[in-house]
C-alpha cells in the first residue's frame, strides 16, 4: 500500500524483507525519542576514538534541542531554507551550528559543517552522533554530499534526521556514503 511503502522509507536501518514484523514497533521508536537508546554504529576502521553502544535517549534530546537553538541562528536571507546541526564528539562533546549563506553562492556553509568545524577547531577528533534539524515538515532531510564527507572524515557517527514535528530517522555515514575516500586513503604503506 502507499501508507506502507511511505513507512519503509522512513525508516532507512531496516532491510525491507523484515521491515513488516517490526514496523510498528521501530516507528514507534524512531518518533518522539520514545525509547531510551538509540543503536550507534561501530566506527570506520581506526580513523576515530570508539563510541559506545549507544546514544541515550538525553544525549538525543539534547542535541535536537541544540540543533533547533542553532536553526535559529541561521543566516540564509537568500534561500530561506534554515538548517540547525548539533554533534556529540567521542570525548562526549556537543557542539552547534547553523547555515551560513553568502552572496557568492558557493562560499556558503552547511549547518553541519558550521557545527564540526567548532567542534574541531576546539580539538574533536571523532564524532559519536550528528542531529540534523530544518523548516521542512513535509520530509526529513539528509546532509548534502559535501557534509557527508566532512561528517565521515571524523569516523562512521550515527545520523539522525529531526523534522519539526519531531519524526526522525537515524542511519549511519556508512550508510549515506558507502565507500567513501577518507584518511585511511591517504596511508602510505
Do not use: W
Amino acid at each position: 500500500s502507499p501508507m506502507s511503502s511511505t513507512l519503509l522509507r522512513r525508516i532507512p536501518l531496516l532491510n525491507p524483507t523484515t521491515a513488516c514484523s517490526y514496523k510498528a514497533a521501530l516507528i514507534n521508536s524512531y518518533r518522539n525519542f520514545s525509547h531510551s537508546h538509540i543503536a550507534l554504529p561501530k566506527p570506520m576502521g581506526d580513523v576515530a576514538p570508539q563510541t559506545p553502544d549507544v546514544l541515550s535517549k538525553e544525549e538525543l534530546a539534547k542535541l535536537f534541542e541544540l540543533a533547533k537553538a542553532a536553526k535559529n541562528n541561521s543566516y540564509s536571507p537568500y534561500s530561506k531554507f534554515r538548517v540547525g546541526a548539533a554533534v556529540l564528539t567521542s570525548d562526549n562533546r556537543m557542539f552547534s551550528g547553523c547555515n551560513v549563506e553568502n552572496a557568492s553562492y558557493g562560499l556558503t556553509t552547511c549547518a553541519e559543517r558550521c557545527a564540526i568545524f567548532k567542534a574541531a577547531s576546539e580539538g574533536m577528533r571523532g564524532l559519536k552522533a550528528v542531529v540534523v534539524t530544518t523548516d521542512v515538515a513535509d520530509k526529513i532531510v539528509y546532509p548534502c554530499g559535501a557534509c557527508r564527507q566532512v561528517i565521515a572524515e571524523f569516523g562512521n557517527p550515527i545520523v539522525v534526521c529531526v523534522a519539526p514535528d519531531g519524526s526522525m530517522e537515524s542511519t549511519t555515514m556508512e550508510s549515506l556514503l558507502p565507500k567513501s575516500f577518507g584518511p585511511a586513503d591517504l596511508m602510505k604503506e
